[in-house]
Nanobody
């Protein structure tokens, strides 16, 4: 079983940037597509991005396209979510999980969820 750990969440001002990490111990992430998701209380978990394990393909939801960048660091066995031009509506708990990345990720098709990391965008 893959154990994922998200980190990097913080309080940031609108317009600011933040980079989240998704790491695994004892398992190489090279063999896994990784999805990024977020959730606010009372709402369904939203898939926002994923990165394929087969090539460098990435996909983004419209809500984050051109602001967020997902990348894979094979040396450090970590997936990053670089978030730019943050907005208050980006406030959520962010999760990563494993799955097949071929379009904007559907949380129902992903597994091995991390515990999440809180991102708060506020002045």
């Amino acid at each position: 079983q893959v154990q994922l750990v998200e980190s990097g969440g913080a309080l940031v001002q609108p317009g600011g940037s933040l980079t989240l990490s998704c790491a695994a111990s004892r398992t190489t992430l090279d063999n896994y597509g990784i999805g990024w998701f977020r959730q606010v209380p009372g709402k369904e978990r939203e898939g926002i991005s994923c990165i394929s394990n087969l090539d460098t393909s990435t996909y983004y939801a419209e809500s984050v396209k051109r602001r967020f960048i997902t990348s894979r660091d094979r040396t450090n066995n970590t997936i990053y979510l670089q978030m730019n031009s943050l907005k208050p509506e980006d406030t959520a708990v962010y999760y990563c999980a494993t799955g097949t990345c071929w379009w904007i990720p559907d949380p129902r098709r992903y597994e091995n969820w991390g515990q999440g990391t809180q991102v708060t965008v506020s002045s």
